[in-house]
């Protein structure tokens, strides 16, 4: 049975161009290789990659690990523009929304919010920024929630309540609804 598992070993690590895999008795001799090993990579490839990643943020403005994850990058790119704002505004949005008696969003359209030329109803202010806390919570949901990690703002929770997870999704995409609505009014 060994035998067969060390076979494979050594067919994967000749594949990968190692060679035979060397087991040292003599720990500090595969800790000074393993040493040696990481700062060749360091000093090869993990450079040549942060170049290219410094080069392409330079000249494009992301790089290709922000491309690998957009929601990521947009969320971390959106969020402190959007407590700014939430934190000094000067004036809110007329009312684009309404809540059902179910607690569901419904959009209004123009023709519900201005009525026979009349002035359109505004949020308040606390009503603007509860809108805007939706709205920042939408984006920062997929920076919380990764794996089986769950953050709901109480404290990071591993193998996360289901429950709590649910009624956290539902918020997200109340935000991403509310966004979706005041995507044209978010300007000062």
């Not at 949005?93 to 919010?113: A, C, P, Q, Y």
Request: charged share 30%; hydrophobic share 40%.
């Amino acid at each position: 049975m060994n035998n067969e598992i060390n076979s494979e070993i050594a067919k994967m690590m000749s594949r990968l161009g190692c060679g035979d895999p060397v087991y040292s008795k003599i720990k500090w001799i595969e800790t000074f290789c393993l040493f040696i090993s990481k700062w060749k990579y360091r000093l090869t490839y993990g450079l040549y990659f942060k170049l290219k990643y410094f080069l392409q943020r330079q000249f494009r403005g992301f790089d290709d690990l922000d491309k690998w994850n957009a929601a990521w990058f947009i969320a971390r790119k959106s969020i402190p523009v959007l407590k700014a704002f939430r934190d000094k505004f000067h004036g809110t949005s007329v009312r684009w929304h309404r809540e059902d008696r179910f607690g569901n969003i419904v959009e209004l359209t123009k023709d519900e919010v201005f009525v026979d030329d009349e002035i359109p109803q505004s949020l308040s202010e606390d009503e603007w920024r509860a809108v805007l806390d939706d709205i920042i919570y939408a984006f920062q949901f997929p920076l919380d929630t990764d794996g089986d990690t769950f953050n709901n703002g109480e404290g990071l929770f591993i193998g996360y309540n289901e429950e709590k997870y649910n009624a956290a999704f539902e918020r997200h995409k109340r935000g991403l609804k509310l966004f979706s609505i005041y995507y044209m009014n978010l300007w000062d």
